[in-house]
């Protein structure tokens, strides 16, 4: 027996089971930053019950072991309040960073743990340990100012200046204040935002520039 061509749907994405079809962009966005945060107050609870024992893993200045903390301090923190103060800048902020590409915004978050850890690794005072997430909050924010700069987009622009606005005043914190606060870290969190969003911003300065090549 032959059936009409027309009985049976062509296989395509709209056929494709709720289940099975790819979330939107902002969602996962969402999801990975909310697991982020979440694993956060997870390892906290855990510091807890050890004592505190965990915040020996931050950052300790020019010594070898301390070295190890380059790794582990940016989801160390000091005390549920330390944690708490964190919590809506690394939510919001991460989830802008991540909406533009889950792997897009791992690598930037990569760039400024890395360029935040060792500059604060190398620049911190003797004798002190530095943890806590504020690396990433302040790498994310300038990397959300300046990335429209880099790559001239329009809506990344906009972004950008929303940002500044909202959070901005957060930049005065790469000054040294507070002796208990890491502005080192804060202020190399800082760099590494800016320097993730001129190296991901590398493909599109390389297609303008093919552009204004001559034939």
């Known amino acids: 027996m032959t059936y009409p061509t027309s009985s049976f749907p ?10 099975t079809a ?13 697991s982020f945060v979440v694993g ?15 915040d020996n893993g931050g950052i300790e200045p020019r010594t070898v072991d301390g070295l190890w903390g380059v790794l582990f301090a940016p989801v160390l923190h000091g005390g549920w309040g330390h944690l708490v103060a964190n ?7 991460g989830f802008f960073v991540m909406l533009s590409g889950i792997g897009r915004g791992l690598t930037a978050t990569a760039i400024i743990w890395i360029v935040g850890g060792v500059g604060t690794w ?10 806590g997430a504020s690396v990433l ?13 880099f790559t001239r987009h329009f809506g990344q622009l906009a972004l950008g200046v929303v940002i500044l606005f909202l959070y901005g005043g957060m930049l005065w914190g790469v000054l040294p204040s507070d002796p208990r606060v890491s502005w080192q870290g804060h202020l190399f969190g800082a760099i590494g935002g800016v320097l993730a969003a001129w ?12 552009k204004q090549l001559p034939g």
Do not use: C, K
């Not at 190296?199 to 093919?210: G, I, K, Q, T």
């Open 10 to 19: 062509a296989p395509g994405p709209s056929n494709l089971p709720a289940s």
């Open 22 to 34: 790819p979330r939107p962009q902002w969602q996962r966005a969402a999801i990975a930053v909310t």
């Open 40 to 54: 956060l107050y997870v390892l906290e609870f855990v510091d807890m019950l050890l004592g505190n024992s965990l």
């Open 87 to 93: 919590t809506i800048p690394l939510l919001v902020l």
């Open 122 to 131: 190398l620049t911190g005072g003797s004798g002190t340990t530095h943890l």
């Open 137 to 149: 909050t302040f790498g994310w924010l300038t990397y959300l100012i300046t990335r429209g700069l």
């Open 199 to 210: 190296l991901l911003a590398s493909d599109v300065r390389a297609a303008r520039a093919a």
